[in-house]
């Protein structure tokens, strides 16, 4: 089993700045695709980001230029960097990761709440 845990949100004014974090742990060969997704009230979850194994990157239009996702393989961890946040960036994040154990297979974290608010 894959345990996901995300850690970093929390409230912010608008213009400013969050990390988050998102952790892999468990018993699996290696993690392929990781990234970031949103859902805020009312609305689908939606995309933010992702980055591959190699560190390809892609990214919402509407979240580039002002977030950055990194990934640290050896801790098998990724980080999301959120600059410039504006109160439509206020949602729940969640981390997801594709893990090839004895299959391959899509995780989620329990989420992180990100409030841009003044």
């Known amino acids: 089993q894959v345990q996901l845990v995300e850690s970093g949100g929390g409230l912010v004014q608008p213009g400013g700045s969050l990390r988050l974090s998102c952790a892999a742990s468990?018993?699996?060969?290696?993690?392929?695709?990781m990234g970031w997704y949103r859902q805020a009230p009312g609305k689908q979850r939606e995309l933010v980001a992702t980055?591959?194994?190699?560190?390809?990157?892609n990214y919402a239009h509407s979240v580039k230029g002002r977030f950055t996702i990194s990934r640290d393989n050896a801790k098998n961890t990724i980080y999301l960097q959120m600059n410039s946040l504006k109160p439509e960036d206020t949602a729940v994040y969640y981390c997801?990761?594709?893990?090839?154990?004895?299959?391959?297979?899509?995780?989620w974290g329990q989420g992180t709440q990100v409030t841009v608010s003044s």
């Open positions: 997801n990761a594709d893990v090839l154990g004895a299959t391959m297979s899509d995780y």
């Open positions: 468990g018993s699996f060969f290696s993690i392929n695709a």
């Open positions: 980055i591959t194994s190699g560190g390809t990157t």
